[in-house]
């Protein structure tokens, strides 16, 4: 069975701190994805990996980069952390570029 | 405008009813489109592509209309664990290009 591994599904965190967000998944997908999810707005795109070291802008990449180290894991990092990253983050992966999308369950941060 | 529009609802049907959602889309280079399904507080899940010719998974109806930019789902005999949110997610391209709708919202009741 297909898994996508969110390191935390609740954080609490004060603004100003850094804040890392892991993703680990097991299909051995080259396509990884972090995407934002807020009422009303949908998922948003905030970055994306095609391949190991490599990385793309999504749609809302201000204030937040990534890491891919390794194939399976891809990091997203709050280098410093404002209220207005309150949000859902959700992490996915898939095997081709228009293929099925699979998600974590999901990281709800609350940034005070 | 809103690249990808949904209608939040909620909608609320009793079991057994037959209900459709729309979801109309900004860009007509728009290549594939999906639905996925997202239970509360849990990750989506694609539901089911969807394809020009229309495509059917049991309960379940898609469509796509090309000439004014929307795609449907139909769901006939609701159950009780079809409810969910139903997003409608459109592709311009590429992996980085999916679109996502913010979500239509049904609830079946008893």
């Known amino acids: 069975d297909v898994k996508v591994t969110q390191s935390s599904r609740y954080l609490v965190k004060r603004t100003g701190e850094k804040v890392f967000l892991e993703c680990v998944q097991d299909?051995?997908?080259?396509?990884m994805f972090w995407y934002r999810q807020d009422p009303g707005l949908g998922l948003r795109l905030i970055y994306f990996?095609?391949?190991?070291?490599?990385?793309e802008k999504g749609d809302i990449p201000e204030g937040y980069s990534v890491s891919r180290e390794k194939k399976e894991r891809f990091s997203l990092i709050l280098e410093s952390a404002s209220t207005n990253q309150t949000s859902m983050y959700l992490c996915?992966?898939?095997?081709?570029?228009?293929?099925?999308?699979?998600f974590g369950e999901g990281s709800r941060l609350t940034v005070l | 405008r809103k690249e990808v529009e949904q209608d939040p609802g909620p909608f609320n049907v009793p079991e057994g009813a037959t209900v459709a959602f729309n979801c109309t889309y900004s860009n007509s280079a728009s290549q594939s489109f999906f639905w996925y399904r997202q239970d509360c507080r849990k990750e989506p899940k694609l539901l089911m592509s969807?394809?020009?010719s229309g495509n059917e998974d049991g309960r379940f109806t898609a469509q796509l209309n090309r000439a004014s930019q929307y795609i449907s789902l139909l769901i006939r005999d609701s159950k009780l664990s079809d409810s969910a949110t139903y997003l409608c997610?459109?592709?311009?391209?590429?992996?980085?290009?999916?679109?996502f709708g913010s979500g239509t919202q049904l609830t079946v009741l008893p």
């Open positions: 969807v394809y020009s």
């Open positions: 990996s095609y391949d190991v070291k490599m990385k």
């Open positions: 996915a992966s898939s095997q081709r570029e228009e293929g099925e999308l699979f």
């Open positions: 299909m051995d997908h080259e396509n």
């Open positions: 997610v459109v592709n311009t391209g590429s992996a980085r290009q999916l679109t």
